[in-house]
């Protein structure tokens, strides 16, 4: 009952679907993918370019070409920021999530904001386990030097579930024995 190695795997590349909302308002399919975790400067400067070229200015010389919205994300799992969020936080939830991959995706979801996520990681991450009997037993024979004989008589499944269950800890499982442990909140 070892613990798993605790650096996370990250394999997630967040972009975002900037849409010109004048060309769509028009019936035209106009945007591109963009990585947001280059910076708001540089995301200003896509979006900027993006509009510069909508197919409204061709045909409606006279119409303002200036709003967008994004209509789409990739790799953004359970961090839900919907059409118009502030790209100040677009910016930094793919920042968090290219540093803790689909973990961090999971966790923005469970915390419902992104600075709960990041304290969560920073403050109160104990590591990845392939279950939390494994998470029990290692924080016991931590704390605790018993004899070897007497091991085969603790209950760590039950002490585990007394942990989820007291608010202790909680979980979140990314994938097959792939249990990340966090102290509560």
């Known amino acids: 009952m070892n613990t798993k190695n605790t ?14 909302l004048s060309a769509y308002n028009h019936g035209f399919l106009h945007g591109e993918w963009l990585d947001p975790s280059q910076g708001k400067e540089v995301l200003l400067e896509e979006i900027s370019r993006i509009l510069s070229c909508s197919p409204v200015l061709e045909k409606y010389p006279d119409e303002a070409v ?6 789409d994300y990739s790799d953004f799992y359970e961090a839900e920021l919907g ?5 100040d936080e677009v910016v930094d939830t793919a920042c968090f ?31 990845e386990f392939e279950s ?8 016991l024979n931590d ?23 007291n608010g202790d800890i909680f979980t979140i499982e990314t994938g097959f024995q792939e249990v990340h442990i966090f102290w509560r909140l």
């Open 132 to 139: 939390v009997e494994d998470y029990a037993y290692d924080l």
């Open 97 to 127: 999530l290219l540093k803790h991959g689909r973990l961090g995706a999971a966790l923005i979801g469970y915390c419902s904001t992104l600075e709960e996520a990041q304290k969560a990681m920073e403050d109160n991450y104990l590591g």
């Open 143 to 165: 704390q605790i030097t018993l004899p070897s004989f007497l091991q085969y008589y603790l209950d760590y499944k039950a002490y585990a579930r007394d942990l989820e269950l």
């Open 83 to 87: 059409e118009y969020p502030d790209l």
């Open 66 to 71: 200036e709003e967008f919205a994004i209509h």
């Open 7 to 20: 650096k996370v795997k990250n394999s997630l590349q967040p972009e975002i679907y900037i849409a010109d």
